[in-house]
């Protein structure tokens, strides 16, 4: 039997509620996640009172937009609502108000990684569109309780085409949409929250097949170890069936996150099961395009310019570039301190990307909240870079930086923690040692050259690591060259 090898197909949908003030089609706040009580942020529209009239929401319909720029789209001018229509207790409606045949915006695409390891590789995006969140459904016992603070929130779902040939790239593309989402600042992306979620189609096909097979779509996957886990189980699943002379069904799955396994949910359902029909309370939304192109002006510098930018700018390693440019808060905060020390960009970076993210993790912080101001980590890149202090006691220092939120000058002067660089004192401590150990010297003199750490660690030590080591070791040296004549 010769066996077949299998190529991995994956399409992601991902949802993500957009950051409004209010929900996607009435003035109830959208802010679920601090309401004080269940059922709370409710009003005749979001819980479908018969009569009651949907306006659409200007700032979800703008964050769209930036979205949809962002991932290289094309903005449609003429967008219409439609009613998907579906019984669940979580949709008090019985309906979702989303877009079918024009979504806000369609055709566009993102790089990630290739597959190969070289290069870039484009991911078509088919289109995103606006809709809104069900409510939360909680089970108690026999009963299911039902939460409408979130129906209605503002979701704008980003589908690609199936172009993913790993769970690596599909993992990439979901890393990059939560970035850009984070730095248009419009989805904070806390998947633990549930406010971004990802759906993963999944079919396999021999190598060399053009021909796409039945796939599966596993629903609300809440984490990237989620998605990749999932995905991953599921190829190999679809793997063993096909190998087993089995067929593929179109279904719609679940994953058992504590079994590590699929399950299903329900038989796939398709376009026509949920009657689509054009949102009879609702115009259709016409966009100029002077307001479309209004809205390039607002776009920021995002991740992949940046880093390139870094890469040019700074001379900066490209992972190091990418690290830094993954963050806004983090990129704008390497590029503050820059401007501000006299040190070199590469050291900025590796004070960033070394001591001071250890910390923010050690920590449990958020990199949108590094307690220490930009100046205050410049002013001690200088402390070190004047030799005020040693590289290690630099390091301790933004330790104490962390508790305390005190200035490092503050804190070098009141530890008195400045390094002796003073040529007259160092010379005064190397003379003495020298002539307190005259077996170690003839050692050395002798040949044995490693001794030399050895007297530098003699002064460490006397100085509690104050002793500016460069300038000892140059000391010693000079002693020694005058002994050897
Ligand atoms: P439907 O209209 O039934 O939801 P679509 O064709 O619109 O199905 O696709 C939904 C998602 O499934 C898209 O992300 C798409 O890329 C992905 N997809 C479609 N066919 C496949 C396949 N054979 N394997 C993997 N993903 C697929
Ligand atoms: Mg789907
Ligand atoms: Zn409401």
Request: charged share 25%.
């Amino acid at each position: 039997m010769t066996s077949i090898k299998y190529e991995t197909v994956i399409g992601l949908e991902i949802h993500a509620e957009l950051q409004t003030a209010s929900k996607m089609f009435c003035g109830c706040s959208a802010d679920y996640s601090s309401a004080p009580e269940a059922n709370t942020n409710i009003c005749p529209v979001c819980t479908a009172l018969p009569g009651a009239m949907p306006v659409i929401n200007a700032k979800a319909v703008e964050q769209a937009i930036l979205v949809g720029l962002a991932l290289n789209c094309t903005i449609n001018p003429h967008n219409t609502f439609a009613r998907k229509n579906y019984f669940y207790p979580d949709l008090p409606k019985g309906y979702q108000i989303s877009q079918y045949d024009l979504p806000i915006a369609s055709e566009g695409w993102l790089d990630v990684p290739a597959d190969s390891g070289k290069g870039t590789q484009r991911i078509i995006i088919r289109r995103a569109h606006l809709e809104e969140d069900t409510a939360k459904t909680f089970h108690r016992g026999d009963h299911a309780l039902i939460d409408y603070n979130r129906a209605g929130v503002p979701l704008l779902e980003i589908v690609t085409e199936p172009d993913f040939r790993s769970v690596e790239s599909a993992l990439a593309y979901a890393t990059k949409i939560r970035a850009i989402l984070r730095y248009l600042g419009v989805n904070a992306g806390d998947m633990e929250k549930g406010i971004l979620r990802f759906e993963a189609n999944v079919s396999v096909r021999p190598v060399g097949s053009d021909e796409f097979r039945t796939r599966t779509e596993i629903k609300n996957l809440n984490s990237f170890r989620a998605l990749t886990r999932a995905s991953t189980y599921e190829v190999e699943r679809q793997i063993k069936v096909y190998e087993n002379g089995g067929q593929i069904v179109q279904e719609t799955l679940g994953w058992d996150e504590a079994r590590g396994v699929t399950v299903s949910q329900r038989s796939k359902e398709h376009a026509h099961d949920y009657r689509y029909f054009p949102e009879p309370d609702l115009p259709p939304l016409e966009l100029s395009q002077a307001y479309i192109d209004s809205f390039h002006a607002h776009l920021p510098e995002l991740p992949d310019a940046k880093t390139e930018r870094f890469l040019r700018e700074y001379g900066l390693k490209p992972q190091d570039a990418a690290l830094l440019a993954s963050e806004r808060s983090l990129a704008d905060y390497f590029e503050t301190v820059v401007k501000q020390t006299r040190d070199s960009a590469q050291t900025v970076c590796n004070w960033l990307t070394g001591a001071l993210l250890r910390q923010v993790n050690e920590l449990g912080l958020s990199v949108d909240a590094i307690p220490v101001p930009a100046v205050h980590l410049a002013q001690l890149i200088d402390l070190a870079f004047d030799k005020t202090i040693n590289g290690n006691t630099a390091k301790s220092v933004l330790v104490e930086m962390f508790q305390s939120g005190r200035a490092p000058k503050e804190i070098v002067e009141a530890q008195g923690l400045g390094q002796i660089s003073d040529e007259g004192v160092l010379k005064e401590m190397v003379i003495k040692l020298i002539a307190d150990n005259p077996k170690e010297v003839t050692s050395y003199l002798g040949g044995r050259e490693t001794l030399l750490q050895w007297f530098i660690g003699q002064i460490a030590r006397a100085t509690k690591g104050k002793a500016n080591s460069q300038a000892v070791k140059q000391l010693l040296l000079d002693e020694f060259e005058k002994l050897k004549k």
